[in-house]
T-cell receptor
């Protein structure tokens, strides 16, 4: 089966600019996650979707971050405006149902550098 | 809120030897899943092994096994016969009833020839 696809692989922007990341989960996976991984740290959950509904966005900085999952398939994560501290790898993951017995399948991530 | 702690930022092991990575967690839930993920420089997070909290038997996947101590909230990973390809970041993760996965800070493992 095809894995989780993310693009772009790398992105460099200046602070206060906007950026968007795209994720295509594994076909049939109902649950989609966005994680932020700052260098030297573990991934931090930003938002979790179940189909096209938000399950958990408690750690999403909503003043600058937004995410959507139209039609319950692809998802985009946007940052507007970016800050220096947003430099990180943004990982997308999906799972079949989001239940206990559903380990996450991860994409290769997008490395964002904000200068 | 659940927290996951990995107290070993870096570890190294000689090829063919055995190494154990530590992980502790904090939760008030009685049923949950625990995972170990491997992240090589390619950034791809790869599932190594998982454990259901209600199962007493420790999970095993080839050279990888866990020591799950539910009362102590401890979940360590043992890698036997270490190989150069095992060099990576290793993350311990917790998934509870709300299905969000929380990660520890990671342990950087280096396997030396």
């Amino acid at each position: 089966e095809a894995g989780v696809a993310q693009s772009p692989r790398y992105k460099i922007i200046e602070k206060r600019q906007s950026v968007a990341f795209w994720c295509n989960p594994i076909s049939g996976h109902a649950t989609l996650y966005w994680y932020q991984q700052i260098l030297g740290q573990g991934p931090k959950l930003l938002i979790q979707f179940q189909n096209n509904g938000v399950v958990d966005d408690s750690q999403l900085p909503k003043d600058r971050f937004s995410a959507e999952r139209l039609k319950g398939v692809d998802s985009t994560l946007k940052i507007q405006p970016a800050k220096l501290e947003d430099s990180a790898v943004y990982l997308c993951a999906s799972s079949p149902s989001g239940g206990y017995n559903s380990p996450l399948h991860f994409g290769n991530g997008t490395r964002l550098t904000v200068t | 809120a659940q927290t996951v702690t990995q107290s070993q930022p870096e570890m190294s092991v000689q090829e063919a030897e055995t190494v154990t990575l530590s992980c502790t967690y904090d939760t008030s839930e009685s049923n949950y899943y625990l995972f170990w993920y491997k992240q090589p420089p390619s950034r791809q997070m790869i599932l190594v092994i998982r454990q259901e909290a209600y199962k007493q038997q420790n999970a095993t996947e080839n050279r990888f096994s866990v020591n799950f101590q539910k009362a102590a909230k401890s979940f360590s990973l043992k890698i036997s016969d270490s190989q150069l390809g095992d060099t990576a970041m290793y993350f311990c993760a917790f998934m509870g009833g709300n299905n969000d996965m929380r990660f520890g800070a990671g342990t950087r493992l280096t396997v030396k020839p």
